[in-house]
């Protein structure tokens, strides 16, 4: 059995190549700080802003990230479906069409720790082949007895839709954290049945954009209402993440869930 706290450090969305080098530049210093158990990361938006390749999955993999994640940009570069299938620690949304590439949850284990991740897409705003609700439960059930911990990455637009997923699961898995606004809420906390919980956990890459895009270019498709080519910002650098500590007492449930809201100078070591 662990003698030490597990501890789950989730990183919010990675955009574009920026995200990467402020995770792979931080992301030392986090494990330093907080020692987590396990990583995992959002990847959707890493590859210029959409999707991924896998190149940089490998190299996340590589820097010691134990479970990625993707949302609704899983599908924008053909070079990763092949990936999706061969690789049990990448993840698309579960409830996506079963005929489509790749999978929605794994098992990783650590330290004697077995972790569930889950990868769920909203249904409200966003197009996913079956419903998320109905589709965790399925995923739960196959869960039982060969994971100690799980986490759900709610991949959604609408707050609603999330809120109302983690009140549906609270004292059924660990954590539920929603991604794919870009911008981080303040809605953390654990709920009362020992689920962590928080709305949006933000975005990893440039907050000096309009979350993650060229200001000036999005303001001008917001003002000429016109189509604007859009281009990864590359100012303000900040990771933003979610360290969820389990309860030893209440096996499978959360004892807290921190904030981590880190801003990256660019000289810690982080490839090209």
């Known amino acids: 059995m662990p003698t030490a706290p597990t501890r789950i450090l989730f990183i919010g969305d990675l955009v574009g190549g920026l995200g990467?080098?402020?995770?792979?530049?931080?992301?030392?210093?986090?494990?330093?700080?907080?020692?987590?158990?396990?990583?995992?990361?959002?990847?959707?938006?890493?590859?210029?802003?959409?999707?991924?390749?896998?190149?940089?999955?490998?190299?996340?993999f590589a820097a010691g990230v134990d479970v990625i994640t993707l949302g609704n940009h899983t599908y924008h570069r053909r070079e990763i479906y092949p990936y999706l299938d061969d690789h049990d620690a990448i993840l698309r949304p579960a409830?996506?069409?079963?005929t489509q590439p790749g999978h929605g949850h794994c098992v990783v284990e650590r330290d004697g720790v077995r972790l569930g991740v889950v990868?769920?897409?909203?249904?409200?705003?966003?197009?996913?082949?079956?419903?998320?609700?109905?589709?965790?439960?399925?995923?739960?059930?196959?869960?039982e007895g060969k994971a100690d911990l799980v986490l759900v990455d709610i991949h959604a637009e609408a707050t609603s839709e999330k809120v109302a997923l983690g009140w549906y699961l609270d004292g059924e898995v660990t954590a539920v954290v929603g991604t794919h606004t870009h911008v981080p809420t303040a809605d953390l906390r654990v709920l009362p049945k020992g689920t962590a919980y928080i709305t949006d956990v933000g975005m990893t890459g440039p907050r000096g954009g309009v979350i993650g895009v060229k200001k000036e270019q999005a303001i001008e498709?917001?003002?000429?209402?016109?189509?604007?080519?859009?281009?990864?910002?590359?100012?303000?650098?900040?990771?933003?993440?979610?360290l969820v500590t389990a309860d030893p007492d209440r096996p499978g449930r959360a004892l807290s869930i921190e904030q981590l809201l880190v801003p990256w100078d660019g000289t810690a070591p982080a490839a090209d």
């Open 119 to 143: 990868n769920l897409s909203g249904n409200v705003f966003l197009r996913a082949g079956r419903p998320a609700f109905t589709e965790v439960d399925s995923i739960l059930g196959r869960l």
């Open 20 to 60: 990467r080098r402020t995770l792979l530049g931080l992301l030392p210093g986090l494990r330093a700080a907080h020692a987590p158990t396990f990583v995992v990361v959002n990847g959707e938006n890493v590859a210029g802003g959409l999707g991924i390749t896998p190149k940089i999955a490998d190299e996340l």
């Open 95 to 98: 409830n996506y069409l079963a």
């Open 221 to 242: 498709s917001l003002r000429t209402m016109m189509n604007v080519r859009f281009d990864t910002s590359e100012e303000d650098p900040w990771l933003m993440g979610v």
